[in-house]
Each structure stands twice: as structure tokens, then as C-alpha cells.
């Protein structure tokens, strides 16, 4: 029974490792990846249109706490936390924040520009495609939100609908940070 | 000496092992598909006429697809296409969805989970000499109460035999 038990023991994670089964997003969407640390990866190179035709980059970013936040106009969940994101824009701008709305509609930019009418956004609604997509490691789920601190790292990154809390708590530790610093 | 093993630390192992192989995957994971068609037992063309051919979806638990007229102008409806069979095409016929209202809407949206099947009638005007294939294209979008995955297109194949 002990020998069973070791076999099933090594079977089980020989298939966690095959599967590729990583850590799972908690309550919040959070992976453990999101954990705030050194090894927090870089934001990668974009150069991406707005709806006004303005090329935004890295550059542009530079030195801000960003919510850079990966939707679609059919995306149901997405639509939930665009109001929160309008607040945060407001709310945030002056020290230093911004979000960022990178729509991956397949359909351009006809149905994007419809629905940022209407939602009254007050950030700038990018573009994205498959390739902006892969440059991120992959957008598979929508929503998909990435708290990004002034020296362009991924600190916080989150899975689907979360709370409009949580997002708040992270924006405020990350512009925190910086008003330390720089006392 | 051999260290002793509890039957309940043997129970754990067990456990642990069911409850990994019962978690569902994480979506992001390369090939997950919120639904897949179920193979299709093929058919047979026997006599010109009406043709019908029932193609069974399955969608994940806990995800949904809109339905074929979605409530929402945003939404991507489901579509089952036929483009390249050389029989003509009567109806495709959706089945009836249902009206849920998730946290993320104001309003129920008419989706369907589980399991749904679509017929199409073909109209047959000769039998077909040759054994073949029909070949459609399944495309949905999927959603659960969190989240959504991009709109997928899947593969129908339908073996006709004779």
C-alpha cells in the first residue's frame, strides 16, 4: 500500500509537469508570480495606435503606475470593470497613474470605438492583435490586467473579473512606494 | 528500520492525486477548448430528399456560449457554416437557448451550456456516388461568470457512408 501510494504520489506530479499545471489564480485573480519582487518581469516593447490615431510606447509610461488592461467589447466581465478603471483615471491621474485599454477585437476598431463612446473613457484605448498578445506572454482570458510600478516592472497580475478593491490597494501601494522614495 | 506510514498519510497521497487530477485547468492553457464537438457517427445517403444532420456540441462546465442570436450587438454569436458541401442547405436549426443573468450583466443573456445540438437539413438532389466527408465550421465564444476566452473556430466533420 506505501509502495501505491509513493507510485500514484510520483504519477500525480509527473502529470502536474506534463500539464504545465502552474500556480492557480486565487480568489482575487492574483498568481504567485504577481508576488511583489525583483523578479518582477519587465513590461515588453509596444508601440501601439490609440483611437485618435497617437502612437503610445514604452516611453510614454515611463515613470507611472499603469493598469494595462487586455479586453474586447465582447467580453462581458471586461465591461464591469471599465467604470472602476474611469474612477482610477480620475482618482489617480495626478500622482503619476494611468490605465492603459488594449482592446483585442478582431474586428478593429469600428466596435471598439462605438463602446469607448459610450463608456465615456478617460484613458487612452489601444489596439492590440495576436502579436501584441504573444508579447505579453500570451493574452488567453479576458479580462487579463497587469499592475505595472514606475520602473516598468509587472507587479500584480490578474486573471478575469476581480475586485474594484483589490485594484485600488495595488494602485495605491505602487504610487505609496513612490512618494516614499522620493521624500 | 522502516519509518511507519499511516493509513491516513496513504489516504493524502490518494487524495492529493484525485483532487489534481479533478482540478480544472487553468484557461490559459495551450488546446483548452470551453467546447468541442462531440465525432460525428457519419451518415447515409440513401435517397435524394431531405437530409438531416444533427451535430452535438459540449461546453465546459461552468463556461457558456452565446447563443446563435445573442441579446447584446457586442456579442459573438454561435455559428455553425458549411461552405464548401456540394449539397444545398435548407435550415440550420439552433436549439432554443437559455436566458441567464450572470453578475457581469444587466441583463439575461441567451446562452447555452452543457450539451446543445444543432441540425442542419441538407436537401439532397442525387445520391453521391462516393463515400466522403462533409466538412463545416463550428465557431462560439466562450465565457464563465469571470472571464472569457477569445472566439474559436472549430472543425465539423461529418463521414457520409454508403
Known amino acids: ?183 | 528500520m522502516r519509518p511507519h506510514r499511516s493509513s491516513a498519510t496513504r489516504l493524502k497521497a490518494v487524495a492529493a492525486l484525485f483532487a489534481l487530477l479533478a482540478a480544472p485547468l487553468p484557461a490559459q492553457q495551450l488546446g483548452f477548448a470551453a467546447a468541442t464537438i462531440e465525432p460525428s457517427p457519419g451518415i447515409r445517403i440513401t435517397d435524394t430528399g431531405p437530409l438531416r444532420v444533427p451535430i452535438a456540441v459540449r461546453i465546459r462546465r461552468g463556461y457558456h456560449i452565446n447563443s446563435d442570436k445573442p441579446n447584446d450587438p457586442y456579442l459573438i454569436p454561435t455559428s455553425l457554416a458549411w461552405p464548401d458541401v456540394p449539397l444545398r442547405i435548407d435550415s440550420v436549426a439552433y436549439p432554443p437557448p437559455e436566458e441567464v443573468k450572470y453578475d457581469f450583466s444587466d441583463k439575461p443573456l441567451s446562452v447555452y451550456s452543457s450539451r446543445v445540438e444543432i441540425v442542419t437539413t441538407f436537401h439532397v438532389e442525387s445520391v453521391p456516388a462516393d463515400t466522403g466527408e462533409l466538412r463545416g465550421s463550428f465557431r462560439f465564444q466562450a465565457c464563465n461568470d469571470k472571464a472569457c476566452l477569445p472566439p474559436k473556430t472549430l472543425p465539423v466533420r461529418v463521414p457520409v457512408r454508403r
Not at chain 1, 489617480?92 to 466596435?111: I, N, Q
Not at chain 1, 463608456?119 to 479576458?142: K, Q
Open chain 1, 1 to 183: 500500500m506505501q509502495r501505491t501510494a509513493l507510485i500514484l504520489a510520483i504519477v500525480a506530479t509527473a502529470l502536474a509537469l506534463a500539464c504545465g499545471i502552474g500556480p492557480m489564480p486565487d480568489e482575487d485573480g492574483n498568481s504567485a508570480a504577481a508576488a511583489e519582487n525583483s523578479a518582477n518581469p519587465s513590461i515588453p516593447e509596444f508601440s501601439l495606435r490609440d483611437l485618435d490615431g497617437k502612437t503610445h510606447t514604452n516611453a510614454d509610461i515611463e515613470g507611472k503606475v499603469v493598469l494595462l488592461n487586455f479586453w474586447a467589447t465582447w467580453c462581458g466581465p471586461c465591461k464591469i470593470e471599465m467604470p472602476w478603471f474611469v474612477d482610477f483615471q480620475r482618482k489617480y491621474k495626478d500622482r503619476g497613474f494611468t490605465v492603459l485599454a488594449v482592446s483585442l477585437d478582431e474586428d478593429g476598431w469600428d466596435p471598439v470605438r462605438e463602446f469607448a463612446e459610450k463608456m465615456e473613457f478617460n484613458f487612452p484605448v489601444l489596439l492590440g492583435d495576436d502579436a501584441v498578445s504573444d508579447a505579453f506572454g500570451g493574452i488567453m482570458v479576458l479580462p487579463t490586467t497587469l499592475i505595472v510600478n514606475q520602473a516598468g516592472k509587472i507587479v500584480f497580475t490578474h486573471q478575469g473579473l476581480v475586485a474594484k478593491a483589490t485594484y485600488e490597494e495595488e494602485i495605491e501601494v505602487l504610487l505609496d512606494v513612490n512618494a516614499t522614495a522620493s521624500l
